[in-house]
């Protein structure tokens, strides 16, 4: 199946810091990715939408000013949390649609667990 | 908007019994799609049903979508401590929405 990395892996920042996580589709070309936030035991959280070339769609709730979005390329989306709090840690993941007429399922990265002290 | 409703949230068996989790949706759904999360792990995708009443088989693993596309079923048989989980499902299309998931421990 279609791979998808994702960096760092676990991330430890100071408070007021930012932090800039990575998604890459490393065998195909991406032309959607998604952000979710994952709490412990709990579902997955979309947080917004990345398109290649545009600018990213985001959920309610979710500000687009602290975690932004850019999807340079067909294989690179990143997300950068900006001026970090401890209520942002938490368990980031990305996800890449492999780009095909009906089919809709997505290949995860394996994920970025993110901690401010 | 819409939302995915999955049940149960936990499910206990001993090894070698059933296990069934239950999605519903407020919307009809375009797809609906299931994902395995292993503890310590990423979702990893498992199938995808498309169309009214489709039914997929993968090897003891049995998913359902149901005709008027607003519900699925996945269903275990005789589950193994491999198959010990989180089962999501996932319904849309640009939006994806993931039901809350249903944990699966199997004693052995």
């Known amino acids: 199946g279609a791979v998808v990395s994702q960096h760092p892996s676990r991330v430890i920042c100071k408070s007021g810091t930012s932090v800039k996580i990575e998604c890459r589709s490393l065998?195909?070309?991406?032309?959607?990715m998604f952000w979710y936030r994952q709490f412990p035991k709990q579902s997955l959280m979309l947080m917004a939408t990345?398109?290649?070339?545009?600018?990213?769609?985001?959920e309610q709730g979710v500000e687009k000013d602290k975690f932004l979005i850019n999807h340079a390329s067909l294989t690179l989306s990143t997300l950068t949390v900006t001026s970090a709090h401890p209520e942002d840690s938490s368990f980031y993941i990305c996800?890449?649609?492999?780009?095909?007429?009906?089919?809709?399922?997505?290949?995860f990265g394996p994920g970025t667990r993110l901690t401010v002290t | 908007g819409q939302q995915v409703m999955q049940i149960p949230q936990y499910q206990h068996v001993q090894e070698g019994e059933d296990f069934t989790t239950y999605c519903n949706s407020s919307?009809?759904?375009?797809?609906i799609q299931w994902y395995k999360q292993r503890p310590g792990g990423h979702p990893v995708f498992l199938i995808q049903?498309?169309?009214?009443?489709e039914v997929k088989k993968q090897k003891r693993l049995t998913f359902q979508f149901g005709e008027a596309k607003k519900n699925s079923s996945l269903h275990i048989t005789a589950t193994q401590t491999t198959d010990v989980g989180t089962y999501f499902c996932?319904?849309?299309?640009?939006?994806?929405?993931f039901g809350a998931g249903t944990r699966l421990t199997v004693k052995p």
């Open positions: 996800s890449a649609r492999v780009p095909s007429p009906l089919s809709y399922e997505q290949y």
């Open positions: 065998d195909f070309q991406a032309t959607t």
């Open positions: 990345s398109n290649e070339g545009s600018k990213a769609t985001y």
């Open positions: 919307t009809t759904l375009s797809n």
């Open positions: 049903l498309v169309k009214s009443g």
């Open positions: 996932a319904g849309g299309e640009n939006d994806m929405r």
